[in-house]
């Protein structure tokens, strides 16, 4: 198969997998969006689900977060993991969402990225499912599968993001970066890896992780 081949099968059968595409993380507003999304870094979404109603109970928009104390807010959000940084992110840009933007999440990467404790990946999430912007956010799934795929060298994920940008159609980005990860998730994960399972790698993979798959399968 050529490249463009490779591409329009991973198309074609992620949307048969996936026709209608849920949201990872629960959240009802580009505000409780953004604290999920900045939540998620280093921990699991299902954690996240799990941590968000207790925080949001008591403040889902920043004018109430930032009536929480950081030791508060750490408190809360603890299970999720690295809270002490978390919590400050937080508390810091509610307060900053409030003086600059009217207690509104701004739409730029610019804005979003200028925040405490947003990085690019929680930047390009927000601008692609709170405001539908075209985005392609690399989460660790996209990172191994872009790889897997002979799609990306996997050198990191900025380069990841560039290359699965210039490969894939921009009005489609939105909904592949998601469809993607619940590939990974299913089909395709880290550990406990099925290949027969595993149709895209299976089909398309690079020669070398199927060469590995099948030497250690083996052994």
């Known amino acids: 198969m050529t490249k463009q081949e490779s ?21 009802k507003d580009p505000y409780t969006l953004l604290i999920a999304v900045l939540m998620s870094a280093q921990s699991t979404d299902v954690r996240v689900n799990k941590i968000t109603p207790l925080l949001f109970e008591k403040a889902d928009n920043p004018y ?5 104390s950081i030791e ?27 003086d600059k933007y009217n207690g509104k999440v701004p739409q730029t990467y610019e804005a979003l990225e200028a925040l405490p404790a947003v ?19 690399v989460d660790t799934h996209i990172h191994r599968l872009m790889y897997r795929w002979n799609l990306s060298n996997g050198k990191n ?15 489609l980005w ?29 089909t398309i993979g690079r020669k070398s992780v199927l060469y590995d798959y099948y030497k250690k399968k083996k052994s």
């Open 7 to 27: 591409v329009n099968f991973i198309i074609n059968t992620l949307y048969k997998l996936y026709p209608e595409i849920p949201i990872p993380l629960n959240h």
């Open 119 to 137: 990085g690019h990946k929680t930047a390009a999430v927000v601008m692609s499912q709170a405001f539908g912007i075209p985005a392609f956010p």
């Open 64 to 68: 109430d977060m930032i009536k929480l």
């Open 174 to 202: 939105n909904d592949l970066h998601l469809q993607i990860i619940w590939y990974g998730r299913q089909y395709s994960p880290a550990r406990g890896w099925d290949l027969d399972k595993d149709i895209i790698t299976k």
């Open 157 to 171: 994920v900025v380069q990841t993001e560039k290359d699965a940008k210039r490969l894939f159609p921009k009005e």
């Open 72 to 98: 508060e807010i750490r408190e809360i959000i603890k299970p999720v993991g690295l809270s002490p940084m978390k919590s400050k992110g937080i508390h810091g840009l509610s307060q900053i969402l409030i």
